[in-house]
């Protein structure tokens, strides 16, 4: 009878181990969705959340970290996050950091980039392979060598009238300088 007892106690034990093992995976899958439930709203706001916030999400309470580009933005991040099916709580950890890049803003400078390139391509006489365009925030830095002062004054020329550049930094060297 006693192993009986032991054989039905072991096995309820081992049946309330088993319910706590499923609840904490339910919970940790239902956190997980609930992360990326504000990932993607977060992504409504702004695009750019998408690398610079980051969304952990425990028992209803999300905790937010990361930077916005402004107090404004900062609030959208934890209105939006609030607004998600199944947090019951948002922690703000986000920082302002108004200088802050994001996606769009690298999207937006390699466009210039390639632009800037194939418009100095489109100059005759031009070795575009000679010449390498930078952008950040719309500032073009040209840097390479050409073979003429006059080959340099054109590509300084075409650089500036590209849509979107707002000032050029000249890095382009004569041959034998």
């Known amino acids: 009878m006693l192993a009986i007892l032991l054989l039905a106690s072991t096995a309820a034990c081992s049946q ?5 093992v499923q609840n904490a995976a339910q919970a940790g899958a239902s ?5 990326l439930a504000v990932k993607a709203k977060l992504a409504g706001v ?6 610079a916030v980051h969304a952990a999400a425990k ?5 937010l970290t990361g930077e916005a580009s402004s107090q404004a933005e900062r609030r959208a991040y934890v209105a939006a996050a609030g607004s998600v099916d199944g947090v019951a709580s948002v922690v703000d950890r986000l920082s302002v950091n108004p200088r802050m890049r994001g996606i769009r803003g690298q999207a937006d400078d390699a466009a210039i980039a390639a632009k800037v390139a194939a418009a100095v391509a489109g100059q005759a006489g031009v070795n575009v392979f000679q010449i390498k ?6 500032v073009v830095t040209l840097s390479g060598t050409v073979a003429t002062r006059q080959i340099k004054e054109t590509i300084l020329s ?9 000032s050029v930094v000249d890095r382009i060297r004569l041959q034998g300088s």
């Open 16 to 20: 309330s181990a088993q319910t706590k």
């Open 31 to 35: 956190d997980a969705y609930v992360a």
């Open 46 to 51: 702004d695009v750019n959340s998408a690398t």
């Open 59 to 63: 028992t209803g309470t999300v905790t």
């Open 133 to 138: 365009p930078t952008v950040r925030d719309g």
């Open 158 to 166: 075409t650089a500036r009238n590209v849509p979107g550049v707002t």
